[in-house]
């Protein structure tokens, strides 16, 4: 078998150097805290936009090479401690026979949303995810072998009620209006679409997992669209069963991979989301760290939380913001990112200054305890 046939195996992947991240997300002891940034394959950087140049955003996802190479891009530049696989969370409802497009100006759109419970029928409920989504599978295990080592690499997936709302809001929302109303007025069938959704995304990330991912995270974008008592109607249970679930099945085989849960603006659910099977909880910027803490109770690792929108400010101020955070948080059992995603207007160089930031103040601050 030739070296590139292996490539696409997922077996034999060269030895991981790095594990701050997995130990860290665990609680295990570091030396220094892991930092990662969410859209660290990015439009901020130049060559993220060389690559992409003409090229349709969804043909991007389906093309392993391509986003093997977005994912490896920004860990060319900085000393990231783990990497994501460039990826997006709509290709789950194209998975189910929904067309999304992405336009320019726009954002991702869906021609024809979901209006009534009986568009539900219009889904396909059984999803074969090696056939639907194994582009993303061949992308990770691609990317295993490339990274050599150097770094964890994570799957993601969109939490069930975030991708609902996409579905039928046709796009982004404002006010999510029209997603919540379903909540409201077909309660069912809000339920029967979620459960649906919790499927297909736990075979998503068990299929992840098989082609290499060694950590995985759920993102709950819309989270804060809800009140507490809708969240706990109708994201947290799905958050709790796709970790149990995904859990189970990888116990089974005598694996253990960390999952992360992202739930933006959730700040309401803290206490909840840390009771969740999952090891991470992963914090938006307006959440106070000493208080994250205190909520969470130790049970969890945390991950965190710098606002993006620091990352306009000088060098030197970026690293002042960063100690304060790392001051808050504590060095254990935690993981530096931001409180979402980094812009596309961004300058790379000032990413490079917050990772270094996070390297330099919690080596220091771990050697004083």
């Given amino acids: 078998m030739s070296k590139q046939e292996n490539l696409i195996l997922p077996k034999d992947f060269p030895q991981l150097k790095n594990d701050t991240f997995l130990r ?23 060559e ?37 696989i460039f990826s997006d969370i709509l290709v ?7 067309d999304v497009q992405m336009v320019a100006g726009k954002g991702p759109t869906f021609p024809e949303p979901l209006k009534e419970p009986e568009d539900l029928q219009r889904l396909q409920v059984k999803v074969d995810t090696d056939k639907e989504l194994g582009y993303v599978f061949r992308a990770i295990t691609l990317t295993r072998h490339k990274i050599e080592g150097k770094v964890p690499l994570i799957g993601f997936s969109g939490a069930p009620w975030t991708l609902m709302s996409y579905m039928i809001e046709g796009g982004g929302s404002n006010t999510h209006s029209k ?17 649906m959704l919790t499927d297909v995304i736990v075979e998503y990330l068990l299929g992840q997992v098989a082609a290499g991912a060694q950590a995985l995270q759920v993102f709950e974008s819309h989270a804060g669209i809800l009140g507490p008592a809708e969240f706990k109607d109708f994201s947290l249970p799905y958050l709790r069963d796709i970790a149990r679930r995904v859990k189970d099945k990888l116990k089974e085989a005598g694996q253990d991979v960390p999952m992360i849960v992202f739930a933006k603006d959730a700040h309401y659910a803290l206490e909840e989301l840390s009771q969740s099977n ?5 914090l938006d910027w307006t959440i106070d760290p000493l208080s994250a803490r205190e909520r969470t ?9 710098m606002d993006p929108c620091a990352l306009y400010a000088p060098k030197e101020r970026i690293s002042d913001i960063v100690k304060k955070m790392l001051e808050g948080f504590g060095t254990r ?4 990112n931001l409180g979402h995603g980094v ?26 305890i």
């Fill in 48 to 84: 993220f936009r060389e690559s992409r140049a003409g090229k349709d955003f969804f043909e991007t996802c389906q093309s392993p090479e391509a986003c093997c190479e977005l994912t490896l891009q920004p860990l060319r530049r900085f000393p990231f401690d783990a990497a994501i």
């Fill in 278 to 282: 999952y090891e991470v909880v992963g």
């Fill in 333 to 336: 059992g935690y993981i530096a």
């Fill in 179 to 195: 997603a919540k109303r379903w909540l409201y007025q077909h309660p069912e069938a809000s339920h029967m679409l979620l459960k």
């Fill in 24 to 46: 860290a997300a665990r609680g295990e002891e570091t030396e220094h805290v892991p930092v990662w940034c969410m859209r660290q394959a990015g439009r901020y950087l130049p």
């Fill in 92 to 98: 789950v409802p194209q998975a189910m026979g929904m």
């Fill in 297 to 305: 109770g130790g049970k969890v690792s945390l991950q965190g939380n």
């Fill in 343 to 368: 812009y596309p207007d961004m300058e790379p160089e000032n990413i490079g200054a917050f990772v270094e930031a996070v390297h330099q103040h919690s080596k220091q601050m771990i050697k004083q």
